[in-house]
């Protein structure tokens, strides 16, 4: 009976079409094609291609729930994507936690746990923001099709999360489209963001072994989307899919 070779995650092969491996890290049977893996995790299949669905939110009820909270004590980095419809518009929240959430205030900037940055989404097309605590300061980033941003903010202790797309209580809830939301354990810097970014277009984040968690929103199974680096999958609470992706 034949083995499978392996590799790790962040020490793979480099491609060739057809070829087979058994990652370590994940516990996952890897295939490639060339150019990107397809991962086989319990009978489940994911791409590490192109973004190609993203999640729906209808800004009135509809959320994301993570299985354990989004935990932030020391440095970090958290990356998303979003097309808002509204400004004031929640991305994270914490249940029974009326000061953790991050979201755009009213003038549309983009704000942790109540303390506002100077950069403000754009409505109405992709935005990529990345979030990168070094010791106690917060470098936010945004990039979109229409321009670029960043400044800092001062946010120290743990900050946690277990809910995408909703406050803690009823009313602020995010209006639009999300995709692409990765944990890193380390800050990242100006160049990560634009590399991330990828001039629009999500890609493979593998290469940093930073990465401790990864969702990619389209890749739905009974209403769970799975963690695609960890174990804290997220249940889908009236959200829908859309095949409107950055690109």
């Not at 729930?65 to 979003?82: G, R, T």
């Not at 917060?138 to 946690?160: C, E, Q, R």
Request: with cysteine; charged share 15%; proline share 2%.
């Amino acid at each position: 009976m034949s083995t499978l070779t392996t590799h790790t995650t962040a020490n793979r092969d480099s491609h060739s079409i057809g070829l087979c491996k058994f990652n370590t890290t994940s516990k996952a049977i890897e295939v490639s094609d060339g150019t990107n893996w397809s991962v086989y995790d319990n009978d489940l299949l994911f791409s590490t291609g192109p973004s190609t669905v993203s999640m729906s939110l209808d800004g009135v009820d509809d959320y994301l729930e993570s299985s354990s909270a989004i935990s932030f004590a020391s440095d970090f980095s958290l990356s998303f994507w979003i097309k808002p419809t509204n400004v004031n518009d929640c991305w994270f929240g914490r249940w029974g936690y009326s000061g953790a959430f991050i979201s755009s205030n009213s003038s549309g900037n983009i704000q942790v746990d109540g303390t506002a940055s100077t950069v403000g989404i754009t409505t109405g097309e992709w935005n990529h923001i990345l979030l990168s605590r070094s010791s106690s300061t917060i470098t936010v980033y945004k990039k979109s099709d229409t321009g670029n941003a960043s400044s800092t903010i001062t946010k120290s202790g743990t900050l946690a999360y277990n809910l995408l797309g909703r406050y803690t209580s009823g009313g602020f809830y995010h209006l639009g489209l999300m995709d692409e939301v990765a944990v890193f354990n380390t800050a990242l810097s100006s160049t990560d963001a634009t590399n991330i970014y990828n001039s629009g277009a999500p890609g493979n984040l593998f290469s940093y072994t930073s990465l401790t968690n990864w969702w990619r929103m389209g890749e739905s199974i009974d209403s769970t989307i799975p963690d695609y680096i960890g174990t804290n999958d997220l249940t889908v609470n009236g959200a829908v899919t859309s095949t409107d992706v950055p690109s």
